[in-house]
């Protein structure tokens, strides 16, 4: 469910993290509205653990600000349990059985759903006598969902949960993902590097590269608001005004050209490619590796809005 009247799920304002020496989130600017389901991409290293950790309030920020439902992180027991966390690797504990982990989601938590949960654990045919140990990685990541979804929290933060699952286990996972989504009415911000999943259930994306946010926005927008070029090598050198390139490549004897096109920008007929999630990804994390702006150190560049008009050669 969309709801623009509510706080934010997420609105960070130069949001920025240090481990010591190590800058891992720089000067972060997003305001995400409640009902999305958020896709965080990035390159290893991006800082999108340390914002999903900042957004469940184990760590804090060095700097700025960050708000979850429009609070701080973790900032009373009301608000933990309206938020729902599985750390990468889904964690669950070994030496406890799955209906263990039920009865303990309901001591802990006094919005506990018991119906919701046994429900998917039917569904996902984890038998509640087995230990958590003896789970594959597919079944620990929907115990650990099931788990984080059982409190019935508006919000739903997840580490890349299913980067260990083989495709069939992870087409599951996200399949019980959106049911849960959909019953729960939740907000959920996923990590991931898989591309085709993103794609499949998110419809708002977060790009970071370097501790920086490159591009966030609801992906319908995103995608209308981009258009790839392709034209003879040189013909694409000078853009129509309102067009902001992203990423040149040149393949063969032609040039192509992502491009962002503004709100005032001519049509563009015969000439301009709609392009797909996982173009726009790799476009913008082009661009910040080769401008600098993939780097947390804040000597190298800006955030976002770089016109930079890096060179890829394929
Ligand atoms: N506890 C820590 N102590 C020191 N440095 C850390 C710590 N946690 C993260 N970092 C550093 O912060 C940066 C961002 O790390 P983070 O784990 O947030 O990235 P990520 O995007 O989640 O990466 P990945 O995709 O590999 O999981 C990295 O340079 C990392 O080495």
């Known amino acids: 469910m969309t709801d623009e009247s509510s706080p934010p799920v997420l609105h960070a304002t130069g949001l920025t993290r240090r481990y010591g020496r190590r800058t891992a989130l720089s000067h972060c600017d997003l305001r995400i509205p409640k009902g999305r389901v958020i896709g965080l991409v990035g390159p290893n290293g991006a800082g999108k653990s340390t914002l999903l950790q900042l957004a469940c309030g184990l760590i804090r920020p060095t700097a700025g600000t960050l708000r979850v439902l429009g609070e701080r992180p973790a900032a009373d027991a009301a608000h933990l349990a309206r938020v729902g966390y599985v750390a990468q690797d889904t964690p669950v504990y070994a030496g406890l059985t799955v209906a263990d982990h039920l009865r ?18 039917d569904r996902a045919g984890l038998h ?35 980067a260990a699952l083989d495709p069939l286990a992870r087409d599951a996972f996200l399949h019980q993902l959106m049911e849960f989504v959909a019953e729960l009415g939740a907000s959920v911000v996923l990590s991931s590097h898989l591309l085709g999943d993103v794609a499949r259930v998110c419809d708002y994306l977060v790009v970071l590269a370097g501790g920086r946010v490159q591009l966030a926005g609801d ?17 694409l050198d000078r853009l129509p005004a309102g067009m902001e390139p992203v990423r040149r490549e040149a393949a063969g004897d032609r040039d192509r050209v992502l491009v962002r096109v503004g709100a005032g920008t001519p049509p563009l007929p015969g000439v301009g490619e709609p392009v797909g999630l996982e173009e726009l990804v790799l476009g913008y994390l082009g661009r910040a590796a080769a401008t600098g702006s993939g780097s947390a150190d804040p000597s190298t ?4 809005g770089s016109a930079g008009q890096p060179e890829v050669r394929r």
């Open 104 to 121: 303990m989601g309901g001591w802990l938590n006094p919005s506990w759903d018991a119906a919701l949960a046994k429900r998917r654990i």
């Open 128 to 162: 509640p006598a087995q230990r958590a140990g003896r789970l594959s990685g597919g079944q620990r990541a929907q115990l650990a969902l099931t788990v984080a979804a059982g409190k019935r929290p508006e919000l739903l933060i997840l580490d890349e949960p299913a």
């Open 219 to 235: 992906v319908p927008d995103l995608l209308a608001g981009h258009r790839r070029l392709v034209a003879s090598r040189g013909e």
């Open 301 to 304: 560049g800006p955030s976002t």
